[in-house]
Each structure stands twice: as C-alpha cells, then as structure tokens.
C-alpha cells in the first residue's frame, strides 16, 4: 500500500512511463543491498515500513506543496515511521534540516516560499501521532510502569550508542566502515555519494519543488550514516532504512535526465557498480527451500499437541519467531533467561530455529545440554524437553 502511494503522490508531478520504469531498478537495488536481511521485507519488522513513510512523507512535500495541509501531513508521516522504527527520526531531522536550509539560504528548490509556519506545520504533524501514542500508553500502563518502560527503552538506546568504549572516534568510524563494506560490498562513501548525484541531478534538471524530495532523503541518510559509523553498535539491520531509501534515491535520476542517452548511461553505470552485490542474492533461495517449510509445520505440528507446555521456551526471537507465527493465537514464547523455579518443576519445552542459535551464547548452550537430545529434530528447527532438576 505504501508503495502505490508513493506511485500515486509521484505520479501528480512526474511522467508515468518513466515511473513505471525506475519502479523496478528502485526494487531490484533495494533487493541487491539487503540480499542478507530480506527478513526485514516480510516479517513484520519496522525498518522497511518506515523507510517507505519517509519516502512518502517527503514527495507529498516535493509535488503536492508546501501548504500547511501538507506539511502536516507530511509531518504525520514522519512520526508513524518514528513511531514505526525510532531510527527513523533521523529522517524527521534531515526534513527540518532541508527545509530550513531552503529558508535561510533560498534555495530555489520549491515554488512555495519557505516560511517559519511551514517548519511549525512539519513539527505539529510530527508531534500529533508520537504524543498521541505516548498519553495511550500513560493511560494503559499507569505512572509507574509508564515511567519504568520510559527507563528500559533509554536503557536499551543506551546500549546500542555505546558502540565501542575506549575507542577513539577515528577508531570507531574505520571499524564501523569496515563492517558496512564487508556486509554490503559497497562503501559507506559510494552510498552517499550516489545519493548526492541524485541531489545534483535534481537540482539541474528536475522541476521545483522535486529537488526537495532528493535532498531531504540524502541529508537523512548521511545523518543515519554518522550515526552508525561514530554512535552505533554496528549491527547491519540499523541501516536498512538508510539502504532502503538510497535505493530509491539511486532510481530517481532515471526520472529526472532528459536525455534518452544519459538515462542509458546511467542504467549501465549503475548495473555495473551493482555488479559484485548480486552473486550474494543467491542467499535469498534458502526461503523458498520446500524442505525447510514442511520441516517448519512438521515442528509447529508437534508443538500443538502440546498445549500444556506453552510458554514454550526460546533464545532470541529470531530463534522462535517463525514458528509464532504460524501457531494460532499469540505470545507462545518465553526468553530461557525467564526461567523460574517453578518451570524446572513442570519441566518444559525449549523450541529453537538452530540456525540462528547465538553460539556465543553459552549460558544457553548450556542449557541444551542440561535438557538432552532433540526429542523433535526437522533442521533447522529442533524442540528439546528439559525435565525437572534432580
């Protein structure tokens, strides 16, 4: 659905026949920078989601205007996807970050005159949904557990901008580039220098206020970049919103040269840099391995037998969380950190994907040796029964 938006609210401004035609490039890179993590794409997880209401938010701003209307539409857009993947805020930073650039330099980006009231709108459009979900959880969760999830989530952020203590700035920003390019096979420097061509390209040939839309998502993306390299922990997930939109900044040219020629450049240019991503695609054929899906009902199969067991015990969710959702009905997992006394005395059932075990993760390990051999074993799924402690 929010893919047709974006098609819809482009197709106001842009010419269909290109549309329809950088569609699939945008698809296909997006699908050549993420071939490790397609996970993200049909698993309910927050980053592509949010990624797409950025994009949205942004070309209602580029095509429709900058009327208080649609900047606090576009506001709303920005806070669902922050509200959707916290990361994502980031982008609601680049857009106030355009737009006041726009404001105080005249960039001739827009038709529309910038003015303080349409960064108040973006701002009113943003807050309405973030503050909307904030007093829904005050009034569900109460003061007190309000407050102690307010503590957790700043905790959990805490960790993940705790990337390296000791370590120098310098230090930080190699490492963290290092990681980047061994997990996607192209630089962090490429991916915004790409972005920024489509800045330029925009700038010279595309019609205002389109240049808006190119250089609020690339200001975005180098701000999701400094911050994964310098701040971050380094997990590769927390750039698939980045990798998702330099996707579609990277189609975007396609829309705007005018030249047949230069389109065809650009298309070769493209594929041949895409080139050494697309050997990794291979990966993605594991999900439509028929083996691994009747092995995944044969041990949701067996797991309804045993109504008694739940909660059924995990590692990580990722470890658990195909078989919850195939099972009916919800919350049929616990983590094995969660064990108490009374579990060991029931005795109880540890489900597992082994393929994403944590091997490093050796009080679980443990665990699996207290519990014996699999007494359910269809790979990579395996359910251990773990009896009462002598």
């Known amino acids: 659905m929010l893919l047709v ?33 397609l996970e993200q794409w049909y698993a309910l997880l927050g980053e592509v989601p949010a990624a797409l209401l950025v994009v949205l938010a942004c070309a209602l701003l580029a095509t429709l205007g900058l009327t208080s209307a649609v900047t606090v539409a576009s506001g709303l857009l920005l806070g669902l996807a922050f509200l959707t993947k916290a990361l994502a805020g980031l982008y609601f930073i680049g857009a106030l970050a355009a737009l006041t650039i726009v404001r105080g330099y005249g960039v001739a980006a ?63 920003v190699s490492d963290g580039s290092t990681a980047f390019y061994t ?53 590769p997930r927390y750039m698939i ?5 330099s996707a579609f900044l990277a189609a975007l040219p396609i829309l705007f040269l005018r030249k047949a020629k230069h389109v065809a450049i650009y298309l070769v240019w493209i594929v041949l840099w895409s080139l050494p991503m697309w050997s990794r695609t291979t990966w993605t054929l594991r999900d439509f391995d028929t083996t691994r899906m009747e092995n995944l009902e044969k041990t949701v199969a067996f797991l309804r037998k045993q ?13 658990v969380v195909d078989l919850e959702y195939r099972l009916e009905g919800s919350r049929h997992f616990k ?39 699999p007494i359910q074993g269809a790979p990579p799924f395996s359910v251990y029964r773990c009896r009462a402690e002598p």
């Not at 996607?184 to 490429?190: K, P, T, V």
């Not at 983590?335 to 679980?364: C, H, M, Q």
């Open 183 to 235: 997990r996607f096979r192209f630089s962090l420097l490429e991916l915004n220098a790409f972005n920024w061509f489509a800045v330029v390209v925009a700038c010279r040939y595309a019609k205002a206020p389109l240049p808006l839309l190119a250089t609020t998502l690339a200001t975005g993306v180098t701000l999701q970049s400094i911050w994964w390299v310098s701040m971050s922990i380094g997990w």
């Open 110 to 172: 827009t038709e529309d005159k910038v003015t303080g009231s349409a960064v108040l709108a973006l701002i009113a459009g943003f807050a309405l949904p973030v503050l909307g979900f904030e007093v829904w959880k005050l009034s569900a969760l109460g003061s007190q557990s309000y407050a102690q999830a307010w503590r957790g989530f700043f905790g959990y952020a805490g960790t993940l901008g705790n990337s390296a203590h000791g370590e120098s700035l310098i230090a930080r």
């Open 307 to 319: 109504p008694e067991e739940t909660p059924y015990v995990g590692q990580w969710w990722a470890t």
């Open 241 to 245: 919103i980045a990798l998702v939109i």
């Open 5 to 37: 938006a974006i098609r819809i609210v482009l197709g106001r401004k842009l010419d269909s026949v290109r549309l329809d035609f950088a569609a699939p490039v945008f698809l296909a890179l997006a699908i050549a920078f993420t071939p490790f993590h």
């Open 335 to 373: 983590g094995f950190r969660a064990l108490e006394v009374s579990d060991w005395k029931r005795g109880f059932l540890v489900a597992v994907n082994t393929f994403y075990i944590a091997k490093e993760d050796e009080d679980f390990l443990r665990l699996l040796d207290k519990c014996g051999p």
